[in-house]
């Protein structure tokens, strides 16, 4: 019941630039995949296919507004479009930062009721995806390590390759992976496939960014990614049908009440 | 038969040869556990296996940690988790390659909750983390004991107890033995979690429950069976042949055909690819013990031969002949009855029934190649020179005679009696297939079971299959009504079995907790929007185990402790009512799950037992009636042998002896093993009555020749089965009792019962029917069988008696008044008129020829002699032998009868001639 800031963008934004490029350290990698393809706001409407062992497919289309306060923290909601009896269930996020826990709100039209939701876990999966929340959230760089290790190609593109590891006693306990290796394009700074490890060093799950495009600037973001449960063979597919990085949008559109009426 | 014995080595060599070939396929047979072989392959079989496809495999292990001050303490929530992620994790070596066990594990570590706490809704997993602090483990605690998704399953009522619930892969093809190996496996998990928690001090209670510990621990029962029982009742049956033979030969012989025909059995299952299951393992004992009566039967025939002869070659040649054909007919029928369970649906049984009787005929074959060359090579039996049967033996054949046939009416009383009581019982028969039936109250199988359906909830469970395909919409279960009737079901089976849990009961917690904890919104949703709204949010792996994505079919998985097939039967009944009353048009309800499939396995299986029986029953009686040439001898001889069947059902039913796949087979060998008795006892019925005529003389012979064979194989066959009472499987004890109670019925039948409804017969052969070479042409010219055919000719003539005469024995003295006719079967006479017995006679009469006709028929006085002119064996016919006739066979009757008038009538006529002559010639003088 949490939600997250751009479920297409694997993990996220941010902007300035890098330089010495060869000699730079994991964290400094991985702050500039962040820094770099970050954007104040974005609006996006997205296909989620999740796909069982059998090839039995469900659908979902979803809409969501992300909004960066002045802090640099995201206020994100998301609602579903289709199918028609979950229109307009929706959840409201608001990122805590450091290692507080996020703020969340349900919104269950057929109720007209918002709830609060309690937000601890990280490990639970969104809404029967592959995802859990904690891959819907923006790389928190303060509770974790960042290792770079060897580099290595990945369809033809050269990528830095950063081990993500747990780092504060808190994520260690909460978060549901021993560590993460993320494979970080070199030319953009993106991430383009994750591989998930549980506490025991076993690969769990993997993320792969299928097709990205540049949006503006330097600023990238993925089109089509499919996350897959390696033990349940299930697949998670997002496909991303309209972007809006232009419009504005404001910080009294991400409350409670908005979550109620609507956009 | 004959031929072994002229070929003694030639035969055994062939044995010989293949014995290596044997030894090493014997080696091969797989022992297998598994019940699988219970479940008929059909349609309710496609339909559980399309149900484990869709909501996940249901096999379930249960992991239960009891502690008396609460299962709340940090350490063993600690325990709860490290055994939880290594189970998931847990891999075995199957074919040398790793295979994951665990589809799926629900225990406090994994499951989630659904709470509202201080006006939010907590959705998360119960423990996210492990606890750090007492704090911590004070909210789990409470969050559990609010949970009522977890109370019950997962938690007990006391909080003292808590279970992880494995649900596992199905084993990989060829795994045989994947049960051990995942129990092994798991066992070891928990084993160093009780270390662990030693270590600290903590005496905490874990046990492992479910059905890969059943069926592990039954195949250790069976091996620990098989390794001790088999030799046991193979010693026990050798003392009794020791006791009753006092010869070593007679240890040595059943020992060697037994052995050799156990080695074949297995060696067949092997290349079968069958296996040594919880209901073959008594396969050894039963070819062991039915084979040995075979041995038995030729032993105690070679003892009298060789009493009467005194020559060794002699005794074992007229041994062969005699006793081969009964040895034969033996075998067949009993083999047949096991056959006849090839009819039964369920697999396990068919495989039973087709390698007993491949194991029983071997043994013929391997009994009838070895007892005589064995016997040749063994020295000859010591008796003293005019050695006597036991007096006591004779004494108690007088009595049992004297009460079979002359206390008829008693006998009759007492066995309709008996019949009723037995009747009675028959209808109080339970079928069960449940495997926790196998295992004695006393197992660790069943005390775990008991410990954890006290805590917990039972280890047993199925599901109720709610599909709404049938309404024509899409999503049924997202409408109110039928989601409502899925919440109603689920209710209704709550209050009959220890838990239950569907998607309904997800639904109405999150929408209590969705409003503040307000017991009022504990229901379902009035719309179908807000149901598919809350669906939303539930959805992950414990939905998907109740609710398929499509949401037309939903599962109410139910837990219970109901052992027995036939109490499962009553619920299922129960359920139907419920689903009839509860849910509307369109909504297709099933149950199903294994327990389900063995119950119904269980139904089929009665019936395979009704149709094998019956079939067995036709089949002896078409044996017995073409061989004796009539339909009331085969139908006589199955009133002793449904004795035995009756008693063996009706103390099943007033014992509460469950029919299931281990005392299935009892009644087909009870009624193979008292067929023999009886074939023994209707043989040689008819072998005494062709030395005398007199019936009830012929049957006080035959209760003294066969009551030591038929006495010892009994007592063999009784003592060598209850031997499986000492068997760790239930169902091979109640194998065992039942066995050794159907050997005494069969005993008592066969020597009370059977000899009275024998003497209202007389016995024909259509071996002799065969055998029997007549002289066509003497025939043809005897009026007496004028337009008969051979065969008529022949049923005619094997009414008779069977007489045996030496060389000059006078079988016929000229002038005599005796009025029967003969018809010599083997040697030579001659006719000699007024006392010339000594000179050539004025014919000779060979084997084939009639004589004696015509006094017969007229009764008047013989007109020549009749001599005997080498060893000669002859049929006699008399009256009593007419009357045979005609009520045996009523056509030939009555042809003889018209023959016999015909020729009263010529001979009428020839007498009037004579008179009228006499009169012409009186008128001229």
């Known amino acids: 019941m949490k939600t997250f800031i751009s479920i297409t963008a694997g993990v996220l934004m941010l902007i300035s630039t890098a330089s010495g490029a060869e000699e730079l350290t994991g964290r400094e990698i991985v702050d500039t995949q962040k820094k770099r393809h970050e954007l104040p706001f974005q609006t996006e409407t997205v296909q989620m296919v999740l796909t069982d062992k059998k090839g039995r497919t469900r659908e979902r289309t979803m809409q969501s507004w992300a909004y960066r306060q002045e802090s640099g923290l995201y206020k994100v909601m998301t609602k579903f479009l289709d199918p028609a009896d979950v229109r307009d269930v929706g959840v409201l996020n608001w990122e805590q930062g450091d290692d507080a826990d996020d703020d969340q709100w349900l919104y269950m039209p057929s109720a007209q009721k918002v709830k609060r939701i309690v937000s601890g876990a990280k490990k639970g999966k969104f809404m029967g995806t592959e995802l859990s929340y904690e891959d819907l959230r923006s790389e928190n760089l303060t509770v974790h390590d960042y290792n770079r290790i060897d580099d290595a190609t990945v369809d033809g593109h050269e990528c830095y390759v950063v081990e993500i590891v747990p780092s504060t006693a808190k994520e260690k306990k909460e978060s549901g992976y021993g560590k993460r290796i993320a494979y970080i394009r070199k030319d953009i700074f993106f991430i383009i496939k994750t591989e998930y490890f549980d506490k025991k060093d076993k690969h769990i799950k993997t993320l792969i960014i299928e097709s990205l495009e540049n949006v503006k600037g330097d600023v990238w973001r993925a089109t089509r990614s499919a996350i897959t449960d390696l033990s349940k063979e299930r697949t998670t597919t997002l496909i991303v049908q309209s972007r809006d990085l232009d419009t504005s949008l404001t910080e009294d559109m991400f409350t409670k009440r908005a979550l109620q009426i609507g956009q | ?925």
């Open chain 2, 1 to 925: 038969m004959l031929f072994v014995f002229r070929r003694p080595v030639l035969s055994t060599l062939s044995l010989v040869i293949l014995l290596p070939f044997a030894v090493f396929h014997a080696s091969q047979i797989v022992q297998d556990a598994s019940v699988d072989g219970l479940i008929i392959q059909d349609e309710d079989k496609a339909y559980y296996d399309s149900v484990t496809e869709t909501f996940g495999d249901d096999t379930l292990v249960v992991i239960m940690l009891k502690h008396p001050e609460g299962i709340f303490q940090q350490e063993l929530l600690r325990s709860v988790k490290h055994i939880s992620d290594s189970v998931d994790s847990l891999e075995i070596t199957t074919h040398d390659e790793p295979f994951a066990v665990a589809t799926h594990v629900a225990s406090l570590a994994t499951v989630n909750k659904i709470l509202d706490k201080d006006g939010a809704l907590d959705t998360d997993k119960l423990m996210d983390y492990l606890p750090g602090s007492e704090d911590e483990v004070l909210e789990v605690k409470a969050d559990a004991s609010r949970s009522q998704l977890i109370l019950g399953n997962l938690l007990s009522h006391d909080l003292s107890a808590t279970a992880i619930n494995v649900y596992l892969r199905a084993p990989p093809e060829g795994a045989a033995n994947y049960n051990r190996q995942v129990t092994a496996a798991i066992d070891t998990i928990l084993e160093a979690e009780r270390n662990r928690l030693g270590d600290l001090g903590i005496d905490v209670e874990i046990i492992q429950i479910g059905m890969p510990v059943i069926k592990s621990v039954l195949a250790d029962s069976i091996q620990r069976d098989i390794i001790l029982l088999v030799p046991i009742s193979l010693l026990v049956i050798l003392a009794i042949l020791l006791f009753s033979f006092r010869s070593p030969i007679a240890v040595v012989i059943p020992f060697i055909t037994g052995s050799l025909s156990v080695v074949g059995c297995l060696a067949f299952m092997s290349f079968m690819g069958y296996t040594i299951n919880v209901v073959s393992n008594i396969l050894p004992t039963l070819i062991l013990v039915i084979g040995c009566t075979e041995d038995i039967h030729l032993l105690a025939d070679y003892r009298n031969q060789y009493r009467k002869r005194g020559d060794k070659l002699t005794a074992i040649h007229n041994m062969m002949l005699k006793c081969g054909l009964a040895i034969f007919l033996t075998s067949m029928t009993t083999a047949l009855g096991f056959a006849t369970l090839k009819l039964n649906p369920i697999r396990m049984l068919q495989e039973f029934g087709i390698s007993a009787a491949f194991g029983l005929l071997l043994n013929y074959v391997i009994t009838i190649i070895l007892v005589p060359t064995l016997l040749r090579c063994a020295p000859a039996p010591k008796m003293a020179g005019n050695e006597r049967q036991s007096p006591l033996l004779d004494t108690l054949a007088d009595k049992l005679f004297h009460l079979a046939v002359n206390h008829r009416p008693a006998v009759f009383i007492v066995t309709t009696a008996v019949v009723c009581v037995c009747v009675l019982g028959c209808l109080r028969v339970k079928v069960d297939a449940d495997l926790v039936s196998f295992f004695k109250e006393d197992n660790q199988v069943r005390v775990k079971m008991r410990q954890l359906e006290q805590n917990l909830s039972g280890g047993q469970s199925f599901q109720v299959i709610v599909n709404t395909e049938g309404m024509g919409i899409e999503e049924g279960l997202k409408q109110p009504e039928i989601m409502q009737c899925v919440d109603e079901l689920g209710e209704y089976l709550r209050t009959r079995f220890d838990f239950v849990i569907s998607p309904a009961d997800y639904i109405k917690v999150f929408h209590r907790e969705f409003n503040e904890g307000d017991p009022e919104a504990y229901r379902i949703p009035d719309s179908s929007m807000e149901i598919s709204q809350i669906l939303m949010q539930l959805e992950g792996d414990e939905m998907d185990r109740i609710l398929e994505p499509g949401c037309q079919n939903a599962s109410i998985f139910v837990r219970h402790h109901v052992y027995g097939s036939w109490q499962m039967a009553d619920e299922t009944a129960k359920i139907n009512e419920a689903v009839q009353r509860i849910c509307p048009d369109g909504v297709n309800v099933k149950i199903t799950g294994e327990s389900i499939l063995f119950n119904k396995a269980a139904d089929t299986m009665a019936i395979g037992q009704v149709t094998s029986l019956a079939l067995a029953v036709v089949i002896i009686v078409i044996i017995i009636s073409i061989l004796f040439v009539s339909p009331k001898a085969g139908l006589l001889a199955i009133v002793p042998n449904a004795i035995p069947i009756l008693v063996n059902f009706g103390v099943m039913g007033w014992f509460n002896i469950p029919l299931n796949p281990g005392t299935c087979p009892v009644a087909v060998i009870a009624l193979g093993i008292a067929i023999d008795d009886t074939i023994h006892l209707m043989v040689q019925f008819y072998k005494e009555l062709k030395s005398t005529s007199d019936q009830e003389e012929a049957m006080r012979r035959t209760i003294k020749a066969q009551l030591l064979p038929v006495l010892s194989s009994s007592v063999a066959l009784g003592v060598g089965f209850s031997v499986l009472i000492f068997a760790d499987v239930v169902s091979s004890i109640n194998f065992g009792y039942l066995t050794c109670l159907a050997m005494a019925s069969a005993l008592i039948s066969d020597l009370m019962i059977a000899p009275g409804l024998l003497l209202s017969t007389r016995l024909i052969s259509s071996w002799d029917l065969i055998k029997l070479q007549i002289n066509e042409a003497a025939v043809a010219k005897s009026a007496l069988f004028r337009d008969m055919k051979v065969s008529e000719v022949k049923k005619v003539i094997l009414m008779g008696v069977l007489q045996e005469y030496s060389d000059g024995d006078i079988i016929i003295k000229q002038g005599s008044d005796c009025r029967e006719m003969y018809l010599i079967l083997e040697g030579r006479a001659s006719v000699h008129f007024d006392g010339n017995v000594g000179q050539d006679g004025i014919k000779t009469l060979q084997k084939g020829d009639i004589f004696g006709e015509l006094a017969f028929i007229t009764g008047e006085k013989r007109s020549a002699d009749v001599v005997a002119r080498d060893r000669v064996e002859a049929l006699r016919i008399d009256d009593g032998s007419l009357k045979n006739v005609r009520n045996r066979f009523p056509k030939v009757g009555a042809k003889l009868f018209y023959n016999i008038s015909a020729i009263l009538g010529e001979r009428l006529q020839q007498t009037t001639e004579a008179w009228k002559t006499q009169s012409v010639y009186l008128d001229v003088e």
